[in-house]
């Protein structure tokens, strides 16, 4: 958790707003991943990256290797959009992904 | 996108007794791995497989767990014996390469009572 932090821990919002999370690393990472776990529990890709942004629909992600940095932006939250988002990164040295410790999102009507 | 499969989705079993949690990795994929995920918190990283070998293990991977992926078939977590603190969610997961894209299953709830 430590390697890997995320903020907020947790947001609100009202359906139709937009919203930045991040994701800050301690550890040399060279990927990202972003997924959102669903209130049923599975873990849904969102994004892969390497240094650069990706933009799908209403979501937006960047990582910044040299920062050590990534964003995810939502646009025009809906319902749907709740649950936990996670980063992950990983590292040239290591052949698996950290998680950060992830940021609870509501979205209220 | 491409589907990871875990069998069973849930599992009740006696403290001590032995438990196998099945993995259906993405089929091309090479590396496989085991996370621990306790009430909804942080996604903890438990072992990586690759090529029939243990590559990486935490601490969280204690004496009493084993993976293997015999003959291709399922890639299995093994707790032998199961101890109560060993409650939670454990997720598998599958990529083609070292540090690509990794896909997850939707997990196995493991209850030791």
């Known amino acids: 958790g430590d390697k890997v932090k995320q903020s907020p821990s947790a947001l609100s919002l009202q359906e139709g707003t937009n919203s930045a999370l991040r994701c800050n690393f301690s550890?040399?990472?060279?990927?990202v991943q972003w997924f959102l776990q669903n209130p049923r529990g599975s873990l849904i890709n969102l994004f892969y990256?390497?240094?650069g942004t990706k933009e799908n629909g209403r979501l937006k992600s960047a990582f910044d290797s040299k920062e050590s940095y990534s964003t995810l932006h939502i646009r025009d939250a809906q319902l749907e959009d709740s649950g936990t988002y996670f980063c992950?990164?990983?590292?040239?040295?290591?052949?698996?992904?950290?998680f950060g410790t992830g940021t609870r999102l509501q979205v209220l009507p | 996108g491409p589907k990871v499969l875990q069998i069973p989705s849930h599992q009740i079993i006696d403290m001590g007794q032995m438990v196998t949690l099945n993995c259906d990795p993405v089929?091309?994929?090479?590396?496989f791995y085991w996370y621990k995920q306790i009430l909804g918190q942080q996604m903890e990283f438990l072992v990586n497989?690759?090529?029939?070998?243990?590559?990486?293990k935490s601490k969280l991977f204690k004496d009493q767990f084993s993976v293997e992926r015999p003959d291709g078939s399922y890639f299995t977590l093994k707790i032998q014996p199961t101890a109560l603190e060993d409650s939670a969610v454990y997720f598998c997961?599958?990529?083609?390469?070292?540090?690509?894209?990794?896909?997850f299953g939707k997990g196995t709830r493991l209850t030791v009572v």
């Open positions: 997961a599958s990529s083609l390469g070292a540090n690509t894209e990794v896909f």
């Open positions: 550890i040399a990472a060279t990927t």
């Open positions: 990256l390497v240094p």
């Open positions: 992950a990164a990983a590292s040239s040295n290591t052949n698996k992904v950290v």
């Open positions: 089929s091309n994929h090479l590396y």
């Open positions: 497989f690759y090529n029939g070998k243990v590559m990486e």
